[in-house]
């Protein structure tokens, strides 16, 4: 208890003897936080978007090619039977070649092909988009389809690149300002070392332990990164408040609305705050194991 | 108390600290480190406080052999050494009485110790009235005083004091060597790096003598030099 107090008040003289670069590093790991508190729920929201997007796409059965025309009527009137099934339609060999065509840049490739490769399919719309699991669970087994049943691939392809760019930008991003909050809070240590030579040379003299001598300085990044995390967890708090709360409630998009619980805010807080302690803490690190030998 | 051992150390660049250096202080003792600048006193001062290893030979500090002396050690050993400076190492935004009791904060001293200690060694060094003065407020002499009253706050048994008068006029330096008499009194060993003759004359202490990193005299009863 004694020492924690002796730690903390040498902490805080040196805080104050030297302000401006305390400032600064703290305003470094601020935006980093920040950047970070809007990233994970942005990234576990898209993330949601893309789970709750496949499961209510379409469905594509692909039959087994050749196949008889009594195999894909008694297919069709099986399609139509189940009451889950609002809508299917028949796409032939022929009709994914032309699809395919279309999708092609090159037109006259398929052309090189010795014969069609693409099987005959069916494209199948559930009644509710969230029961199209269920459907594909009881076709699956059904002698007239081939491989695996699969969900719609377009619109979860588009959904998963723009996660994924999110999720690279973002990490990138991070990584740059995790680099300059560090060694910001570095050199912000750096200098306090250099400001109590004095106070690190008596304690050497008199037989402080390294650590001894080594806490003041840790607490002093640590008090940099949690006061840069706290503050980017109100600055964010605010964010929230006056414009994701104020847009997820005009949104017309269902979607959004029942798939807005990403992370609560609570636990963001928290891990934000953990973060900026950690960067603080690394940071004031690495910097006495190069600038204070003992 | 301390024990050199044929001790060499050389610096980065071929320099000499120390050349085969061989002397035994017992406990108790009050001895001159002399000799001119860069003759070896502060080589042999910081080998016994083991800032650096000494290159060649042995060291024992109060039994301790500083060579296997493990680097988390040291702070122990610093422990039983009290140390005074030419440049005092007050911290100069905290007052008398801060700067001796940080001493002992540092070594984790609880706060009914400091409050017993601290106006006892500044009642020892006769500043028990300047207390809450700052460094800047004091004379040279002075503020060597509250350098002394920190390293003697532990009763450490070995004293080191490296040039403590050089920073003092005369009249000064003889109010701290009788401090540090009186300390060396109460059983403490003292070992004083100096270049001040008149001093070293006058008390007549065992001198040893460094030139170029060698012991060049170890006398008891001495003077500064033999010509003196």
Redesign the interface.
């Known amino acids: 208890m ?2 924690l107090r ?1 730690f903390f008040v040498e902490a805080l ?1 040196s805080i104050r003897s030297n302000v401006g670069l305390s400032v600064a590093a703290t305003v470094t790991v601020l935006i980093t936080v920040f950047v970070l508190g809007a990233f994970i729920p942005s990234f576990l929201y898209v993330q949601s978007q893309v789970d709750a997007q496949k499961a209510k796409v379409d469905v594509t059965a692909y039959l087994h090619d050749p196949i008889a025309a009594a195999e894909v009527n008694r297919f069709q009137r099986k399609l139509a039977a189940d009451p889950d099934i609002k809508s299917f339609n028949f796409v032939s060999k022929d009709d994914a070649q032309r699809i395919l065509k279309e999708r092609l840049n090159d037109p006259h490739l398929m052309d090189q092909l010795p014969s069609n490769p693409l099987p005959p399919s069916f494209v199948i719309t559930p009644k509710n988009p969230n029961n199209s699991r269920e459907i594909i669970a009881r076709l699956q087994s059904d002698p007239a389809v081939d491989g695996p049943i699969a969900f719609d691939r377009q619109t979860t392809d588009k959904l998963l690149s723009v996660a994924r760019f999110i999720q690279w930008s973002g990490l990138v991003l991070i990584v740059i300002l995790l680099t300059a909050s560090l060694l910001l809070i570095g050199n912000t240590i750096r200098l306090s070392i250099f400001a109590r030579r ?2 690190v ?10 650590w ?2 080594r806490w003041p300085f840790v607490i002093e990044g640590v008090f940099c990164g949690v006061i840069g995390g706290l503050a980017s967890v109100l600055l964010l708090w605010g964010v929230k408040i006056s414009v994701v709360d104020n847009w997820l409630n005009t949104s017309d998009q269902g979607l959004t609305r029942d798939t807005a619980a990403t992370i609560g805010f609570t636990s963001l807080a928290l891990i934000l705050v953990g973060a900026g302690a950690v960067v603080g803490a690394l940071g004031s690190g690495l910097t006495l194991r190069r600038f204070l030998r ?1 | 108390m301390v024990v050199f051992e044929n001790v060499s150390k050389r610096y980065p660049g071929d320099i000499v600290g120390l050349d085969d250096v061989s002397i035994s202080i017992d406990a108790g003792e009050f001895v001159f480190l002399v000799g001119p600048s860069g003759s070896g006193k502060s080589t042999a001062v910081r080998l016994m ?1 083991k800032e650096f290893d000494a290159s060649e030979g042995r060291i024992q500090i109060g039994g301790r052999d500083l060579s296997n002396l493990r ?2 050690k ?8 009290g ?1 005074v400076f030419q440049d005092f ?1 007050l ?3 905290r007052t008398v009485y801060e700067n001796v009791a ?2 002992l ?4 001293e ?2 009914e110790s400091i409050r017993r200690k601290t106006p006892e060694a500044l009642r020892l060094v006769g500043l028990s009235d300047k207390a809450d003065r700052f460094p800047h407020e004091l004379s040279g002499g002075e503020q060597q005083r509250v350098s002394i009253a ?2 003697f706050m532990n009763h450490p048994r070995l004293l080191i004091a490296d040039e403590p008068t050089g920073n003092l006029d005369p009249e000064t330096s003889i109010g701290i060597i009788q401090l540090l008499y009186r300390i060396n009194r109460t059983g403490t060993t003292v070992v004083m790096a100096t270049h001040d003759r008149d001093l070293v004359n006058r008390m007549q202490m065992r001198v040893i003598a460094l030139d170029e990193g060698r012991v060049v005299r170890d006398q008891r009863q001495a003077r500064y030099a033999l010509a003196d």
Do not use: W
Request: net charge positive; aromatic share 8%.
């Open positions: 004694r020492r002796f003289r004095r106070e040379e008596v304690m050497k003299l008199v037989g402080a332990t390294n001894f001598i003992v | 406080l680097r988390s040291v702070p122990y050993l610093r422990r039983s050494i140390c190492k911290l100069t935004d940080y001493g904060q540092v070594i984790g609880s706060g920190r390293a």
